[in-house]
């Protein structure tokens, strides 16, 4: 049966159809459109694989404690992550979840994976993500191993312990800009593969 169409200037009785948004809501009662839903309709199926992979790859490392093993899970990180996909986890995505919220990681399964596993393993295993999962501490290892030791320079600990806190105010002016809501990106120029 066709619908009724209620007289010219009259409001149609009855309740809203269920697909449609609630005006004012930022969310739809639709069924099929769950974060879920969400979540894996728009996900490649590829970078959950890859990084399936190097997670694999990674705790592999870490129980076997092979050195080949280990040179390996950092290389994949180096290559995949740094130049091919460009997925690594990054203080953009903090700063843009800040301002963005969490619909940020609930609509990007890789990225959401990537934010698991580096928690997950950050309470069990202490700082794996920087060690394994950035490309960044991977190319420093693979430079710290191909560039001779004359060329080297060891700092003076006493130099290394003061420097130590400018991270933490690079860190600390780069959540504070993101706080305020800012559109001020200084991570840019701190993060290499960024």
């Given at each position: 049966a066709a619908p009724t169409s209620a007289p010219e200037g009259e409001a149609t009785p009855g309740p809203a159809p269920a697909d449609e948004a609630v005006p004012g809501l930022m969310f739809s009662f639709a069924e099929e459109d769950t974060v879920l839903s969400r979540l894996f309709t728009r996900v490649s199926w590829n970078r959950v694989v890859a990084l399936l992979a190097l997670f694999g790859l990674i705790m592999y490392a870490l129980l076997r404690k092979s050195t080949r093993v280990r040179w390996v899970a950092l290389a994949y990180p180096l290559v995949?992550?740094?130049?091919?996909?460009?997925?690594?986890?990054?203080?953009s995505h903090i700063t843009s979840g800040i301002k963005v919220g969490p619909s940020l990681y609930l609509n990007d399964l890789p990225l959401l994976l990537m934010v698991g596993f580096t928690a997950t393993t950050a309470l069990?295993?202490?700082?794996?993500?920087?060690?394994?999962?950035?490309?960044?501490?991977a190319l420093q290892e693979f430079l710290?191993?191909?560039v001779p030791r004359r060329f080297q320079r060891i700092m003076p600990q006493r130099v290394h312990d003061r420097?130590?806190?400018?991270?933490?105010?690079?860190?600390?002016?780069?959540?504070?800009?993101?706080?305020?809501?800012?559109?001020?990106?200084?991570?840019?120029?701190?993060e290499p593969f960024g």
């Open positions: 995949y992550v740094g130049f091919v996909d460009g997925s690594f986890l990054s203080i069990l295993r202490g700082r794996v993500f920087c060690g394994f999962l950035c490309p960044l501490g710290g191993r191909a420097a130590l806190y400018i991270k933490y105010g690079i860190l600390a002016l780069i959540l504070v800009l993101a706080l305020l809501q800012n559109d001020i990106s200084i991570f840019r120029y701190f």
